[in-house]
């Protein structure tokens, strides 16, 4: 069979040297989905092929199936993928809405990076609204609204804020989940934890699927930042009360918020859970986020700011064993390719809010990123009325995804990372460091997902 005399590396040909097995690279290919173990001297071929190659015309013929090696030019690669990241999302906007509930937007702690900082501006009475029976009954109704359909309504409700679950909230909490279990919901809560044993006749399995609770280090740094404005440091009660959600079998994330100054508490607070006897709870996890500065936000001359850059490579060198979000999506998705149980999946998008997150708000506001609630700017449509109102930034949210990003469209990684977070790069903050990383984050977490398949194999 003739060869044809066009085909070339592709753009889209990722190489992962494999640790677990010296000598072997995994081939990747970003928009066919093809992965390979191959010999690494057979990737030396293939990055200057057609130079100097002496492949048989069936490897050459199967390297092409796979999409390694192209007849397609730059252009119409970086078309195609534009295209399918286009269908993809298409296909995203029509699947699954998720629902949450920004209870109120108070607080009981007044954390010095908190990106709803900014809302004060509007007044204490602005905000110091909460949700009310009457919105919350309009809420669910408006659920029915954006998605006629239940059973493409993702089954968990967000609750968030402000601080969704202020003792003061009871009573509203209660209405919301009720109601949202009533009609076949149940819950998610991203919360501080300080008013959680207020809650406890809530605090079933039956209601809550999982709570997040942010912590900021051990207990000394952790109560010069994170204070209730009345009773002080939080430490403590924020911990027994994890403890609490335990005890009633509800999973919990422990999400660490670091900065430079904060950063190696994470090995004391991991030594911790292990000694109060979280750390070995099925439902407990902890993992680390960087604190973003987002300029004219969460600006806070007490705080250390680092980098990505900065951030992986403490993380990486810490004992904790932690990794993060971002490697572990990969990770994940990695290990179950690995273990046959699954397709590696593609994205075009860096998080539901460019899909299907609604988020109602005490104001009637209708929002899509947790960064997002209280500026009117980022506002997708307003609930608070008969029929929904839509606004201009519901278009801008849902129409970015991957493929018509300037940054992105042209990224071998595009289909695995999703672009950009849209927040950061609507306010013109793109994350060159995370791209200039993300080879190096895939590399990581693949290489883990690789090490533990071959070492579970030979158990
Ligand atoms: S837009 Fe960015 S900040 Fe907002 S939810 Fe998505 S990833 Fe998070
Ligand atoms: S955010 Fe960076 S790594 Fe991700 S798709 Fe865009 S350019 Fe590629």
């Not at 539901?352 to 990123?369: D, N, R």
Request: with cysteine.
């Amino acid at each position: 069979m003739a060869l044809d005399n066009s085909l070339r590396l592709s753009d889209y040909t990722i190489p992962i040297a494999l640790e677990a097995e010296p000598g072997k690279t995994l081939l990747v290919h970003g928009y066919t989905g093809a992965i390979d173990v191959v010999d690494s001297e057979l990737w030396q071929t293939l990055k200057d092929f057609p130079n100097g190659n002496n492949l048989s015309s069936e490897e050459i013929e199967l390297l092409g199936k796979r999409g390694y090696l192209t007849s397609k030019t730059t252009e119409e690669e970086r078309a195609y993928v534009a295209k399918f990241a286009e269908k993809l999302h298409e296909s995203r906007l029509k699947l699954q809405k998720n629902f949450g509930f920004v209870v109120t937007y108070d607080c009981n702690f007044r954390c010095p990076y908190c990106f709803e900082n900014a809302i004060s501006k509007h007044g204490t009475a602005w905000s110091k609204q909460s949700m009310t029976p009457e919105l919350v009954d309009r809420a669910f109704e408006a659920m029915l609204e954006i998605e006629p359909r239940k059973e493409l309504h993702k089954k968990s409700i967000l609750l968030y804020g402000g601080e969704p679950l202020l003792r003061e909230n009871h009573d509203i909490v209660k209405y919301i989940v009720e109601k949202g279990v009533e009609n076949g919901y149940r819950f998610s809560v991203i919360t501080n934890g300080y008013d959680l044993d207020y809650y406890e006749d809530l605090l079933t399995i039956e209601n809550f699927i999982d709570f997040q609770v942010s912590i900021d280090g051990w207990r000394e740094y952790h109560n010069r930042r994170k204070y209730h404005f009345r009773e002080g440091g939080s430490f403590d009660k924020v911990m027994s009360n994890i403890g609490l959600l335990l005890k009633h079998d509800i999973p919990v994330s422990v999400r660490v918020n670091t900065e430079r100054g904060n950063f190696k508490d994470i090995d004391r607070l991991t030594e911790y859970f292990k000694e109060i006897g979280y750390h070995d709870n099925p439902r407990f996890k902890m993992y680390v986020a960087n604190i973003d500065e987002i300029k004219g936000v969460n600006k806070a001359k007490s705080l250390k700011y680092m980098g990505k850059e900065e951030f992986l490579a403490n993380l990486k060198a810490s004992s904790s064993g932690l990794s993060h979000s971002r490697e572990e999506r990969i990770h994940r998705s990695f290990s179950r390719y690995f273990n046959g149980r699954k397709r590696l999946s593609f994205v075009a998008e860096a998080c539901t809010g460019q899909t299907g997150t609604h988020l109602f708000a005490p104001e009637g506001g209708i929002y899509t990123c947790l960064e997002t609630v209280g500026k009117k700017e980022h506002s997708i449509g307003y609930f608070n009325r008969p029929a929904i109102e839509w606004t201009e930034a519901r278009s801008r949210w849902f129409g970015k995804h991957v493929g018509n990003s300037d940054n992105c469209r042209d990224c071998k990684y595009a289909l695995f990372c999703g672009g950009n977070c849209a927040i950061k790069e609507f306010e013109g903050k793109r994350e060159t460091q995370l791209c200039f990383r993300y080879s190096s984050i895939l590399n990581d977490a693949v290489n883990k997902a690789y090490s533990e398949f071959c070492n579970n194999k030979q158990v």
